[in-house]
């Protein structure tokens, strides 16, 4: 461990804009509704089927929820299929989305979530921490160095579409609590910036150089 060092992802500082958070709960009927989203690639280990799980059982209590499945890369039938049939006219798919629209998507949207079963340091929920969005994300390495419980977004188990559902209907029922976790989830990717995480790996490099023209300065 003595020789390992760690550097983040970062984040353009592009996505860093003001938002405008929404001042009540979706009901029955309201033309705007909360607006989960979801970016990434269609696959298991994105939590996809929990995600799906989730979504459906929350249509059933919260008919204002919408979904945006965001950069799949999948035809919209396939990714739709895995829903409950009630629930597949509230999900919105759009396989692909320009790297120049990415920061207008999350603004459009009002509770980023992202179920993945394993990743590293994903860029969409850096992204989307960025625009000062809430974030419902699983407890796995690689997100919990970013976000904590309850301060900059909300943890749940991974495989635990009930967990899921729940944080996301807690979210969605306090826009206190969403405007609370967006700012703090901004304010902490204020740090990871990549400017910041370049100088971190300037210094990194510099210090691997130092150490093997001096190897005993370092020990």
Known sequence: SG???YVPNGVEPRFLIERKFSSGVAKPGDHSPIRLLFVGTWLDRKGVYYLAQAFSSLERNARG???TVAGCHSPEKQVKDFFAPEARDRVTVV???PREDMPALYADHD???????MEGMPLTLLEAMATAMPVVITEIPGMVELVENGFNGLLVQTADSAGLAAAIERMCASPELRAQLGQAAQSTMRRYT???VTLGIEALLAAAVE???NPRSTR
Do not use: G, N, Y
Request: hydrophobic share 50%; net charge positive.
């Open 3 to 5: 020789t390992v060092r």
């Open 65 to 67: 929820v919408t979904l």
């Open 95 to 97: 396989p692909r989305v």
């Open 111 to 117: 509770i980023f979530v992202f179920p993945s079963l």
């Open 194 to 196: 990549w400017d910041r």
């Open 211 to 213: 150490s093997a023209r």
